[in-house]
């Protein structure tokens, strides 16, 4: 149980900072003697709690983001249900394959997102836009990428984060701490509509000890990972992004 916690704990500091808790808490749910399954659903479950708290600690950074979230948030939901429905219906080894291709394309973009903005910016200010404005094509772009992670972020949570920031960082000119601050909002959607959709159809592979241990630990380091998070530069939130990202694309390639 003390395991578990504190598991929970560095799980929701590291998706307030990155968005790779579930390579702490799945491993350690599975080391336990959970069933794989289980462990999954249940530490999507326990890490809703996290959630909140990273994303009260972010409530700054979420400032004037409403014209962007609004079509990024039904773009998480819907992808959160299909991802909770492939999990519940297709065999775990397809995501396996996959998993590890698209965390390396996420921290690619992450490493080049900087420079992407850069030539971005260049290119609006020659074409006499403001580069703070969103065309309806990047704005589809982001959306469809909004959904697509979190279809992953249904079926498999681990690294949805670093996903998500690959994606921002590509289409957005915005800093780091702000397309973090969405980051957590959007993948604790994810978890919520995920959680609803364990709940009502896998009701009996749900440990709710573990999930309650998992809920108590994340709610203390989702705050704790947000409140000193934010305090970064952009060149140390990334790094530490890159950092936690090739360990969990380690430590999935040794699965």
């Avoid at 702490?24 to 336990?32: A, D, N, Q, R, Y």
């Avoid at 999954?40 to 600690?57: D, K, Q």
Wanted: proline share 3%; charged share 10%; aromatic share 6%.
């Amino acid at each position: 149980m003390v395991l578990i916690i504190l598991a929970g704990v560095g799980a929701g500091a590291v998706n307030s900072l990155v968005g790779s808790g579930t390579l702490i808490t799945f491993p350690t749910l599975v080391t336990l003697g959970f069933a794989p399954l289980t462990a999954t659903i249940s530490n999507s479950i326990g890490l809703v709690a996290g959630g909140v708290s990273g994303t009260w600690a972010y409530r700054r950074e979420l400032r004037g983001q409403r014209d962007r979230l609004r079509w990024q948030v039904p773009g998480s939901v819907i992808g959160a249900v299909c991802g909770a429905y492939l999990l519940l219906h297709l065999p775990e080894s397809v995501f396996n394959r996959v998993v590890p291709v698209l965390l390396i394309a996420a921290l690619v973009l992450v490493v080049i997102g900087p420079r992407i903005q850069t030539i971005a910016q260049r290119r609006a200010e020659q074409a006499g836009r403001s580069v703070d404005h969103l065309g309806r094509g990047r704005m589809a772009a982001l959306t469809l990428g909004t959904f697509a992670v979190a279809v992953y972020g249904g079926y498999f949570s681990a690294a949805q984060g670093i996903l998500m920031i690959g994606v921002m960082g590509v289409l957005l000119p915005e800093s780091m701490q702000r397309m973090n601050a969405a980051k957590v909002l959007l993948t604790l959607l994810v978890n919520v509509v995920a959680a609803l959709a364990y709940i009502t159809t896998a009701f009996d592979r749900i440990s709710w000890l573990a999930v309650g241990l998992i809920a108590v630990g994340s709610l203390v380091g989702g705050y704790l990972g947000g409140h000193y998070g934010r305090r970064l530069s952009p060149n140390a939130l990334r790094a530490v992004i890159i950092v936690v990202g090739l360990v969990g694309l380690y430590r999935l390639m040794a699965v």
